[in-house]
């Protein structure tokens, strides 16, 4: 039972446009929602988080929508580089006050130069 | 300051053996969490110790078990190695505490069961 769903595998995009990363998820209760970046061989990087209580979060280049009623989430990326290209995952915590995430399956993003 | 740090990095082992893997924590860090990575499956959770104590478990069986000391480092012990269980085993920091704060994390152990 997938609780976190990032149903587009990969993604290719050119340099300089938006790369838009999406995620769904099932469970209501989620609190609390990141996305990571990961690269071969090494461990995720954390990007960017947002809180239920809001619906956009912004910084640099990244921006995270979370819509609460569809329980959707968005990770937009403007303008994307080439030194984007990595799996992205985007993650949510089921209860307020712990670390146990749930990572979706990852949307990997080619960006072309 | 000192990133997570996972050893080894690489491992094989045979069917039937058992492993540990260590973590050590960003200092001041008190919850370590560890996942599972395999191809298509994304990172599964397999548990979360803060404090010594361990507040959240995952779907594995029990020959997955793990343990966190008082300096915080943790590690991950597998009993009767399958094949199934070759992975990257990966580690997460968080300062603990229940804020809205990220997890960092390792760069893995790779586990190749043969």
């Known amino acids: 039972d997938q609780q976190v769903k990032q149903n587009s595998p990969s993604l290719s995009v050119q340099e300089g446009r938006i790369s838009i990363l999406n995620c769904d998820y099932t469970?209501?209760?989620?609190?609390?929602f990141l996305w990571y970046k990961k690269y071969p061989a090494e461990g995720p990087t954390f990007l960017i988080s947002?809180?239920?209580?809001?619906d956009k979060n912004e910084d640099g280049r990244f921006t995270v929508f979370l819509n609460k009623s569809a329980k959707h989430l968005s990770l937009h990326i403007v303008p994307s580089q080439p030194g984007d290209s990595a799996v992205y995952f985007c993650?949510?915590?089921?209860?307020?006050?712990?670390?146990?995430?749930?990572f979706g399956t990852g949307t990997r993003l080619k960006v072309l130069a | 300051k000192a990133g997570v740090t996972q050893t080894p990095r690489y491992l094989i082992k045979t069917r039937g053996q058992q492993v540990t893997l260590s973590c050590s924590p960003i200092?001041?860090?008190?919850?370590v969490s560890w996942y599972q990575q395999t191809p298509g499956q994304g990172l599964q959770f397999l548990f979360e110790?803060?404090?010594?104590?361990?507040?959240n478990k995952g779907n594995f069986p029990g020959r997955f078990s793990g343990r966190q000391f008082s300096n915080s480092r943790s590690e991950m012990n597998v009993s009767t190695l399958e094949l199934g269980d070759s992975a990257l085993y990966l580690c997460?920091?968080?300062f603990g505490g229940g804020a809205n704060t990220e997890a960092f994390f390792g760069q893995g152990t790779r586990l190749t069961v043969v």
């Open positions: 997460a920091s968080s």
């Open positions: 469970n209501s209760m989620f609190d609390y």
């Open positions: 947002i809180s239920s209580i809001k």
């Open positions: 993650a949510a915590r089921p209860t307020s006050g712990t670390y146990k995430y749930i």
């Open positions: 200092s001041g860090h008190r919850s």
């Open positions: 110790y803060f404090s010594e104590t361990q507040r």
